[in-house]
């Protein structure tokens, strides 16, 4: 059964000016709700809970086939949801997993569909969810914009009521052979200048963002853009996430006083996939203790907290530094970190924990939660405060505080001079990721470095100074995550 609202439907615009090269496409906002489905209560609440995450409108074949997808950077493969699928055909599984499909598409509908029988589709993502199925070309077009013959899943099995617009590198597509995938296609087909789009997520209490390929709109950000590296596997040198160095992160409050969170470097990957934020236990710990949290990921997979910070939280900001201290930094103020969503879990059945240190009537959850898979991923929950570039060629993401609710626009083409109006590369603290042979199909064991390095500009300084390592059983889940990249993909999202 189908407890969320369908997902609000948004019709793509294009926005061409005659001489950019740009590609602009609304996305709607589901309805939002952290995972419920950690551990313990996995079967109950996950079926409840569908929707959540960032999706738009495309459609695929000829004629053509609105499907709703939803916006992944974290992972790489466009897929659409077969008509047929297990999950759109059978009563029992919509009753396991939440409800039925939400926009599928017909294969035997579309004159341009072409079957790719070689490859098997096949996904499976962080949070349990997956696909099955195989593989196809056709058209599809975003925004207004046709791609011509874009390789994509096609599932016949899923656990997940929709498709995924995965926008991440190639070579982190699902299969073992990379293909090009649909960042590839939009540059090779000169639909854009440049591998590079611009996500603006906008407020939490905002319906819809955008996601503009080729372009960056400068009314939507305050401040100025700033780069910083992309880290790639330092083993093999491929760049398959969007692996960025936080390296500093502020409690600031009203009173001007500031609590400091971060002690040292910390790999992050920015996952518009993924809903909420999740840092190192103890990083994450330390904020919990700041504010009166309580954790409660083992038994319902919330983190909760008082609800008087949306009402009294004046001032209270995290600061997010990127790259060291003359790199990005991003503001997300605590009405976007602290989600009045509990009400809706109580309804749903959620056996809050007792004896929390605030009224239990006034019950919120909050958007960071412990990486105890060892990933540490900025989700939504910081994304939205945050305008960013991502720039696949030149492997640099740009970050600049997001102008939130602004309707206006002003579209520049990321050209192959790179990120129109960015400030140069901050990168003098760097989190490096290394990876070291894993078993398993294309996999390996990565470990992660933590060093602090000069400019790389600047290379007459002396090599990466390493600062303390991070315990071993961090490294080895940050691993297993980067070794399996290649294989999942790095999508987390609700389901
Ligand atoms: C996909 O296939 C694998 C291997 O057979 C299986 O373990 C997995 O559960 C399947 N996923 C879905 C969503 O059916
Ligand atoms: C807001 O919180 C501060 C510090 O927690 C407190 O001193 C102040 O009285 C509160 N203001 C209101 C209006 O509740
Ligand atoms: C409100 C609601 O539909 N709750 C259901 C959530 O899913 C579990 C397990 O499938 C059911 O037992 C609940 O009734």
Redesign the pocket.
């Known amino acids: ?1 189908r ?1 969320l609202p369908a997902l609000i439907a948004v019709g793509g615009t294009a926005s061409f000016a005659t001489a950019q090269r740009v590609v602009s496409m609304g996305i709607g906002k589901a309805k939002r709700l952290p995972p419920l489905h950690k551990r313990a209560i996995l ?3 996950h ?2 809970l569908t929707g959540g995450g960032y999706y738009a409108e495309v459609s695929v074949g000829t004629p053509p086939q609105i499907v709703n997808l939803i916006v992944d950077t974290g992972s790489s493969d466009v897929w659409v949801l077969d008509s047929n699928a297990d999950l759109c055909t059978s009563r029992s599984m919509q ?2 997993y ?1 409800g039925g499909c939400i926009a599928t598409f017909d294969p035997s509908e579309s004159s341009t569909y072409t079957a790719l029988s070689d490859a098997p589709f096949q996904i499976a993502y962080l949070d349990g969810s997956g696909a099955n199925g195989t593989y196809f070309q056709d058209h599809i077009n975003i925004g207004g914009t046709e791609i011509e013959s874009l390789q994509m899943g096609l599932a016949d099995e899923s656990t997940i009521n929709s498709g995924l617009l995965g926008i991440g590198y190639s070579a982190n597509v699902a299969t073992m052979i990379p293909y090009p995938n649909i960042i590839d296609l939009l540059e090779e087909q000169g639909l854009i200048a440049i591998r590079a789009y611009s996500l603006w997520l906008n407020a939490y209490s905002a319906d819809m963002g955008t996601i503009l390929f080729g372009g960056v709109d400068t009314e939507k950000f305050v401040g100025e853009l700033i780069a910083v590296p992309v880290l790639p596997d330092s083993r093999t040198g491929i760049y398959h996430s969007f692996t960025v160095t936080l390296s500093s992160l502020i409690l600031s409050y009203a009173d001007g006083s500031a609590d400091p969170i971060i002690q040292q470097p910390v790999p992050v990957i920015l996952d518009s996939g993924t809903t909420l934020t999740y840092l190192p236990p103890r990083i994450a710990y330390n904020i919990y203790s700041a504010l009166g949290a309580v954790d409660d990921t083992l038994y319902t997979g919330l983190v909760y907290i008082d609800c008087t910070y949306l009402r009294n939280g004046s001032g209270l900001t995290f600061d997010f530094q990127f790259g060291g201290s003359s790199g990005p930094l991003v503001r997300v103020p605590v009405n976007e970190m602290v989600l009045d969503n509990v009400r809706e879990y109580i ?3 959620l056996p809050i924990p007792p004896g929390m240190p605030f009224a239990d009537d006034d019950v919120c959850s909050f958007g960071i939660q412990p990486g105890d898979q060892g990933i540490y991923l900025l989700g939504d929950t910081f994304l939205r405060s945050a305008y960013v570039v991502y720039d696949l060629e030149n492997h640099e993401v740009a970050m600049a505080q997001a102008h939130i609710n602004n309707p206006g626009s002003n579209v520049l083409e990321i050209t192959r001079d790179g990120i129109p109006d960015v400030s140069g590369v901050a990168s003098q603290v760097t989190a490096e990721q290394t990876a070291t042979g894993l078993p398993g199909p294309g996999g390996a064991v990565p470990t992660v470095t933590v060093t602090a390095s000069p400019d790389p500009n600047d290379r007459a300084n002396a090599g990466p100074k390493t600062l303390t390592a991070p315990p071993a059983w961090e490294v080895a889940a940050v691993a297993a995550v980067a070794g399996l990249s290649g294989l999942i993909g790095v999508g987390l999202f609700v389901i």
């Open positions: 059964m407890v079967q109950e609440l079926n409840n009753d396991e939440g309804e749903l059945g």
